[in-house]
């Protein structure tokens, strides 16, 4: 009789078992992203923009202005890009210039260590993103209608 030891089956369980789970770690990504549009490029830029804006309200809020103007500077850099350009929104660099002033002023007043003007600022440069989206999502939504 001819036995077929435990080691060896063991070994087979777990390896069986490591392939699985190695499959199914791989896959659930994978199908997570499944019936959800696909990322546009800007996607990731405006993201971090997004953490830089969430950034200065938390210097805001903590009356940090060190936060405040490390992260507004941040966003008047991204902004000097000229990504948006390529997309050809004829808005575009009325909002962006909008933008600019805006968070410049954030920063003259995180220099000033001036709370309100602080506040006012963030609200104005808020004001512009939502502008600024709102053009953008109507062009996108004009793009998408006519590539189907």
Same mark, same amino acid.
């Given at each position: 009789?001819?036995?077929?030891?435990?080691?060896?089956?063991?070994?087979? +369980?777990? #390896?069986?078992? @490591?392939? =699985?789970?190695? &499959?199914? %770690?791989?896959? *659930?990504?994978?199908?997570?992203?499944?019936?959800?549009?696909?990322?546009?490029?800007?996607q990731?830029?405006? +993201?971090? #923009?997004?953490? @830089?804006? =969430?950034?200065? &309200?938390? %210097?805001?809020? *903590?009356?940090?202005?060190?936060?405040?103007?490390?992260?507004?500077?941040?966003?008047?850099?991204?902004?000097?890009?000229?990504?948006?350009l390529?997309?050809?929104?004829?808005?575009?660099?009325?909002?962006?210039?909008?933008?600019?002033?805006?968070v410049?002023?954030?920063i003259?007043?995180?220099?000033?260590?001036?709370?309100?003007?602080?506040?006012?600022?963030?609200?104005?440069?808020?004001?512009?993103?939502?502008?600024?989206?709102?053009?953008?999502?109507?062009?996108?939504?004009?793009?998408?209608?006519?590539?189907?």
């Amino acid at each position: 009789m001819i036995g077929i030891s435990n080691t060896g089956i063991d070994m087979s +369980r777990k #390896k069986i078992t @490591f392939f =699985s789970a190695l &499959l199914l %770690g791989l896959g *659930l990504p994978a199908l997570s992203t499944l019936g959800q549009p696909p990322e546009r490029p800007t996607q990731p830029f405006m +993201r971090q #923009k997004l953490v @830089f804006a =969430s950034g200065v &309200l938390e %210097g805001i809020t *903590l009356e940090k202005f060190g936060l405040v103007l490390t992260n507004a500077t941040a966003l008047r850099d991204m902004s000097q890009t000229n990504a948006f350009l390529r997309l050809r929104n004829p808005n575009y660099l009325e909002l962006s210039t909008n933008f600019q002033a805006n968070v410049d002023a954030l920063i003259a007043a995180a220099k000033a260590k001036d709370l309100s003007a602080a506040t006012a600022a963030y609200q104005k440069t808020a004001e512009s993103c939502v502008e600024c989206h709102k053009s953008f999502r109507r062009e996108q939504f004009i793009l998408d209608r006519s590539t189907k």
